[in-house]
């Protein structure tokens, strides 16, 4: 009997070994994961901070004085006049630049 209890502890013990090994597994699969998405939006902000100044004047002025006109002057406006008065400025901002990307995301857009 003893023997028996022993070996029923002993397989039981194994198994939440086995169970705890399995939940270990998983969380550094989770974390190697996130370690990939964080390195990818590190590039991606170190890559920003070069526009990141640009593109909020961008934004700024979109939400300061676009509000009343149609789209087809505000996107004169922002697309044609400012994008290229900031530029002659030497103020960098992104290729493509869209004050709703700075204003907004896409979790927020959908």
Request: hydrophobic share 35%; proline share 1%; aromatic share 6%.
């Amino acid at each position: 009997d003893e023997a028996n209890d022993e070996k029923c502890k002993a397989e039981q013990e194994a198994e939440e070994l086995t169970s705890r090994k399995n939940l270990a597994k998983r969380l550094i699969d989770g974390l190697a994961s996130e370690n990939v998405r964080w390195g990818e939006e590190v590039k991606k902000l170190t890559s920003n901070k070069k526009t990141v100044v640009g593109d909020c004047i961008l934004a700024a002025g979109f939400v300061s004085y676009v509000g009343a006109f149609d789209k087809e002057l505000r996107e004169e406006l922002w697309k044609n006049q400012w994008t290229a008065d900031l530029k002659s400025r030497g103020i960098s901002i992104s290729d493509g630049s869209d004050p709703m990307d700075v204003l907004s995301d896409e979790g927020r857009n959908s």
